[in-house]
C-alpha cells in the first residue's frame, strides 16, 4: 500500500474517491474516525492509500482532475 493522498479537507478525499473508483481503482481511505479524537475540528489530515501497482493510475487520475497531491 503506497499514500496516494493526504489533506483535511474531506470534500477532496470524497471526489478522489469518486474519482478512483470509477476508473476500478481501489482506494483505501485511513484516519476516518480521527475527528472523534481531535474534537471536530480537522487539524488532523485524512489519508487515501491504494495498492502499489495501481498508483501511478491512480496520480494521473487526480492529476488529469486538478486535485494537487502537494501536502
Do not use: W
Request: aromatic fraction near 4%; glycine fraction near 6%.
Amino acid at each position: 500500500m503506497k499514500e496516494l493522498l493526504r489533506t483535511n479537507d474531506p470534500t477532496i478525499i470524497a471526489f478522489a474517491t469518486a474519482l478512483l473508483e470509477g476508473e476500478d481503482i481501489k482506494v483505501f481511505p485511513l484516519d476516518v474516525n480521527m475527528s472523534a479524537l481531535e474534537g471536530s475540528i480537522g487539524v488532523l489530515p485524512r489519508r487515501l492509500m491504494v495498492a502499489d501497482r495501481d498508483l501511478f493510475r491512480a496520480r494521473a487520475v487526480l492529476h488529469d482532475n486538478d486535485i494537487s497531491l502537494d501536502g
